[in-house]
């Protein structure tokens, strides 16, 4: 037969393998091995850029999980829910605190200590990379009235146009930290620049400690304060690199509904573990749009689908404390990988 | 079928193309359905493709382009009402399996398909052969990849990396 497949210019090769699903990785480095001009149009960086445009939605490649023991002490590990070359990817003296769009913020944990809530690292499993940030500058503020509960969360800093990290592997993200203590009411924010390599200045405001968990839209990031109406947008500026705070007052139609109530006991897998108590239960987090829920039951990880109310258990240990789940775009970088080693 | 909007001076009655293959077969077909090709639907406004002159398609043999047509007369109806938003779940579903049996076809037809496609600008054409095309490819081994599009034997290069990917990355092809 002629092969005319091979034929095919560039462009058309590109339009197929753009439709390859994304939570197949394995097929997509398969098709990165069937010749060379696959294989350079596969690790492009417009491909990259293209692919995740097409899908939009990054695929759940994993979890994060979070794990003590008592001989290794704290690791974050991830564990795949696909095939993957990514089984075996831990980070010892680490947990997990979030992951946007294939990028994992990690704190410190020493082994006999108490966390380092100064000490960050971002780390990329995907291609293995980390970057450690520097001491958050929080020197200026008497220890009483440093943060004691804080949450961080992760931007691209391409522009507001790009909501996702991994268009740009290695390139510039930003990582914006917000803390509370209790006893002052106040809030502190600050932001990282990859690209500055620096924490900017911190800022910091009278606010009592809102509800968790906050949720993250974009670039926003809103709060929910107990006992109120009261809802705090964070959103970052990109013109003054810095945190505006949108909503200053109470926002009359900003407020929680339950929309419904699940009974897990009923849907998920029966318990095989003793003395099951629905203290047991652990709610992980969600994804954004997706209608999927990450549980912990004891120390199985469940992925529950709101939709089909589908629970399907995803892993197992006895030293999970929690979890983040994964979500990336994967696409193959032999020939990348091979030259920047 | 909906009344074409774009039947100008034509009394109401559908506004008529003629094509011409490469091996010069000669199509007559509604402005309408011919219109799903960008560069056709540019000629098509600028008054070509009517009465004895027909359109030239140098690239496209008869045999293609009757495929071709096959697709974008199906199509032509909900493409006129702009994607169809207030087309019913029956004629969704009926495009749906008109798309899945089109591209059950013989490779040597999906490649000229594409490339018709391609030069002619059909949007969705296009992305439905890609698609075919894709799928044929989701779960092959690099080498299973090869015989199914129809590549010649790798060279004993090719060969030596494709054996040493399989070592290094095992998980991908359990």
Known sequence: MAALMQMLMEELVEEILLRLPPEDIASLLRASLVCKIWQRILSGRSFRRRYSEFHQKPPMLGFICNVFSVNHGYIARFVPTAPSSLSHANRPGWRAVNAHHGLVLLNRMPRHYSPRDNEFMVWDPMIGEQWELPKLPLDSVPSYKKPSVWNMSMLCAAGTTCNNLRCHPGGPFLVVFVGFNFNHSKMFTCVYSSQAGTWNHLNSFDRTVPLAPSVLAGNALYLSFPNTSYVEVLKYNTDTHGIDREHDGPDRDARWEQSRVIELETLLPAADDRCLTSTDMIMLGFTEGANVIYLRRNSTLFTFDLKSNLATKVYEAREIYNAVPYMAFYTPALGVASTSQ | ?174
């Open chain 2, 1 to 174: 079928m909906a009344a074409p909007e774009s039947g100008d001076g034509n009394n109401g009655a559908a506004r008529m193309v003629t094509l011409i293959s490469s091996d010069n077969t000669r199509f007559e077909v509604e402005a309408a359905a011919a219109s799903l090709s960008q560069t056709l639907q540019l000629t098509i406004l600028d008054g070509g493709g009517g009465g004895g002159d027909g359109i030239p398609l140098p690239n496209v043999d008869s045999a293609t382009l009757s495929k071709v047509l096959e697709y974008c007369i199906k199509h032509a109806p909900a493409a006129a009402n702009g994607g169809a938003p207030n087309a019913t779940a029956v004629d969704r579903a009926e495009l749906e399996r008109f798309d899945n049996e089109f591209v059950n076809i013989d490779q040597s037809v999906l490649y000229s398909l594409i490339m018709a496609a391609h030069n002619l600008e059909i949007e969705g054409l296009q992305s439905l052969v890609a698609k075919k095309v894709a799928d044929m490819i989701k779960g092959k081994s690099p080498m299973e990849i090869r015989r199914t599009l129809g590549f010649p034997d790798p060279t004993p290069e090719e060969q030596a990396e494709m054996n040493a990917h399989m070592l290094e990355y095992g998980w991908a092809y359990e």
